[in-house]
């Protein structure tokens, strides 16, 4: 099947912003080349439209530079202090107010809280107002053929790109996103659309650049399709004697003790939870000392919008912070 013809009509026009911008940068490699080839043989994509979309895809040296220093390498108490402002609780609160319908619509329909929903909005894009001004296909292309780290999966989020795009009726060349690829204001990755993105209106597009209703139910639907358990706690801290729990802060983000053997860490577990709860102890960096915290099931389940503690915690808190002054201010 062949790209729209609406891009090829753009592609052939030359009817470019500036005369870099339709430079051709990616330069022929093997990469690019099994790339295409693939696109061919498996989704039916035309060979000379690919090649030509190409043509006027920039790789930029910029990207190559910020992803080597993410803000997740941040310690604790500095990555807070970029999330937990006054200005971004405020900006949740209003959020919630204009949004109020679709976030307690989705909150029945699929189990999420507002507040959670709110709060990833807030910490993505600032509630739409920082989505990124880079070409979602130049990002992914410098990402899949100039980054060999994560070139694998870069590769295949392009190939979900060009998939969307076909399917969405979406001329590759204009979506605009992160220096990753994330997308519109919840920050999608191409192949996080594809699989969980909603179209809540039913006004046959999934719009997550523009349409609050589609960006708020495709949280909410990505939070339920990774197991949120709705009416769970998310995550408290804790107070330990001693230093027999500092083992099992190891491993991945997955909960992996029982209440049982939290105890047997000399952790203290005054919170009330479920005997079939499991923990994850996490430990969170602070200017004079450390915090400890147990963190459940759903904090994991934050966990796979972002696959950093820091970034769970600052949206966990960021949704406390927004719930309370909501409560506090107009209810």
């Not at 912003?17 to 696109?39: H, P, Y």
């Not at 220096?179 to 204001?185: D, F, P, Q, R």
Request: proline share 5%; net charge negative; with cysteine.
């Amino acid at each position: 099947m062949k790209l729209k013809n609406t891009l090829r009509r753009i592609l052939l026009s030359g009817l470019c912003l500036t005369a870099v911008s339709c430079t051709a940068t990616i330069k022929e490699t093997d990469n690019k080349d099994a790339f295409i080839q693939q696109m061919v043989a498996t989704h039916q994509f035309d060979e000379s439209e690919l090649n030509e979309l190409f043509q006027s895809v920039q790789i930029k040296e910029n990207i190559l530079k910020t992803i080597s220093k993410p803000a997740e390498g941040l310690p604790w108490y500095k990555y807070r202090n970029i999330f937990l402002t006054e200005s971004r609780i405020d900006g949740g609160v209003k959020f919630w107010r204009e949004n109020a319908q679709a976030l307690a619509s989705a909150e029945q329909q699929y189990g999420v809280p507002a507040e959670i929903v709110v709060a990833i909005i807030g910490v993505e894009t600032l509630y739409g107002q920082n989505t990124g001004n880079h070409r979602v296909i130049d990002a992914l292309s410098t990402l899949a053929f100039a980054y060999p780290p994560r070139s694998k999966f870069f590769l295949g989020e392009l190939e979900n790109f060009l998939l969307l795009c076909r399917d969405e009726h979406i001329n590759p060349l204009e979506p605009t996103g992160s220096y990753a690829g994330a997308m519109g204001i919840p920050q999608f990755m191409p192949s996080s659309f594809r699989n969980y993105a909603i179209d809540f209106d039913h006004d046959s597009r999934r719009d997550i650049w523009h349409n609050n209703n589609d960006v708020i139910a495709s949280i909410a639907n990505y939070f339920a399709q990774h197991q949120w358990q709705p009416g769970r706690a998310i995550a408290f801290p804790v107070k330990a004697k001693g230093e027999k729990y500092k083992p099992m802060l190891k491993g991945d983000l997955k909960p992996d003790l029982t209440i049982a053997e939290l105890q047997s860490l000399d952790v203290d577990t005054s919170v009330s939870l479920p005997l079939n709860s499991k923990i994850k102890l996490l430990i969170f960096e602070q200017e004079q000392n450390e915090e400890l915290w147990a963190a459940l099931d759903n904090f994991y389940v934050i966990t796979r919008y972002n696959h950093s503690p820091l970034y769970a915690m600052a949206v966990y808190q960021l949704s406390q912070a927004i719930s309370n002054k909501k409560a506090s201010t107009y209810e």
